[in-house]
């Protein structure tokens, strides 16, 4: 799976407003928050990136559907279900 971002870039500091109760609980489990959050964003870029490939390339997935659906896949000879 290609890379989202560059891992190896340097660290940033920044400033979080997240609900105090959140922020007890995980550090009483010690949660480490930067790569709990770090992990959390990439996750939802990932499924962003997704989301704007599916839709950036619509047209063209429904066209090969209905391509395959009029004339069957080449594999079709070889399957055996």
Known sequence: ????????AAKKSTNLS??????????RLKINLSATLEHALEDKLRKSER??????????I???NELANNNGLFSDAYRDF
Do not use: T
């Open 51 to 60: 989301d704007n490939w599916l839709k950036n390339n619509k047209q063209a």
């Open 1 to 8: 799976m290609p890379l989202l971002y560059d891992e190896n």
């Open 18 to 27: 997240i609900n105090s109760d959140l922020i007890s609980m995980a550090r």
């Open 62 to 64: 429904n066209e090969l």
